[in-house]
């Protein structure tokens, strides 16, 4: 479930624009992976989606945590833009160390992917958790 706001007018509103509640939503991040599915947004309901990260990938051998934001943005094709974000630099645009991520939007689909290196060890676990704000 995510958070939903809409304005009353538009995005030239002056008035605060109307929501509900938001859980943090949680996806498995597969080790090795290679087009692994996240989350689809549908550009008909959806202008643009606002999201605080977590991405924890962990072994036996170490822990990896980065947190930040994610802006995606639809005008006809969907984009993504990274903001702020802190701890290990695990979201790259190519996969050149065990521990990162690539993470990518289908500019038609809405349909958010990702590829992911191979973390040795024993005890493998990897999630990201978003908290999604989806302006209507």
């Known amino acids: ?3 939903v706001l809409a304005f009353a007018d538009g995005f030239t509103s002056a008035s605060a624009p109307t929501g509900a509640g938001s859980v943090i939503e949680t996806y498995t991040i597969a080790n090795n992976a290679t087009g692994g599915s ?10 643009t989606v606002f999201a605080d990260f977590e991405l924890r ?3 036996s051998l170490g822990v990896f945590i980065q947190s930040g934001s994610l802006i995606f943005s639809y005008d ?3 984009s993504m833009s990274f903001g702020n974000y802190m701890g290990d630099e695990m979201f790259v645009d ?15 689909t809405g349909a958010v ?3 992911s290196g191979n973390m040795s060890g024993t ?3 990897g999630t990201l958790k978003l908290n999604i ?4």
Not at 94 to 108: D, F, G, P, Q, R
Not at 133 to 136: D, E, S, T, W
């Open 113 to 115: 992917t990702f590829d």
């Open 76 to 78: 006809g094709a969907w």
């Open 38 to 47: 996240i989350v689809t947004f549908d550009g008909s309901t959806t202008r």
């Open 57 to 59: 990938r962990s072994t």
């Open 1 to 3: 479930m995510s958070r």
């Open 133 to 136: 704000v989806r302006i209507v």
């Open 123 to 125: 005890s493998y676990s």
């Open 94 to 108: 190519t996969i050149a160390n065990t521990e990162h991520v690539k993470l990518m939007i289908n500019s038609s």
